[in-house]
């Protein structure tokens, strides 16, 4: 693959990740789930889910009836192959004012179908929380 399309991949990845925290925050489930391959795999902390649907599931549980603010900065960008790359993203989420705030990193992989990046699997590591309600199931043991 040439510079102009590594950097094209590089962009179209960019919002991929974009479009992730925009429907979380909007809840916009469906859109959301368009993020992902149909076999994703989300990990954050003791919790895991498989597939496309599976990830909504747990994200529009936990999220549907919480406002939040998503930011996924600074990515590091790496193509594998044409279709596929992995990615690390400095995190940052915000949950109704000073309730909760955690800051990490992403760890992802991306595979492109049908013409469209997608991401084929996320791992959030929480490295620091600050606020009252602290989810204990999305830290990370040693």
Known sequence: MGTLET???FEEIRQLKARYSHTIDQKEWDAY?????EDAVMEMGTVRAEGRSEIVKFV?????????????VNPVLELTSDT???????ATYVQEG???????FYHETY???DGRWLIASTYLVTTMFKGTDIPT?????D
């Open 7 to 9: 950097l094209l991949a």
């Open 33 to 37: 789930g368009h993020v992902f391959t």
């Open 111 to 113: 595979r492109k179908e």
């Open 137 to 141: 199931e999305a830290l990370v043991e």
């Open 60 to 72: 529009h549980g936990a999220l549907a009836d919480v406002t939040t603010s998503h930011f996924a």
């Open 84 to 90: 596929t790359a992995k990615g690390t993203w400095s």
């Open 98 to 104: 000073d309730k909760l705030t955690g800051w990490g």
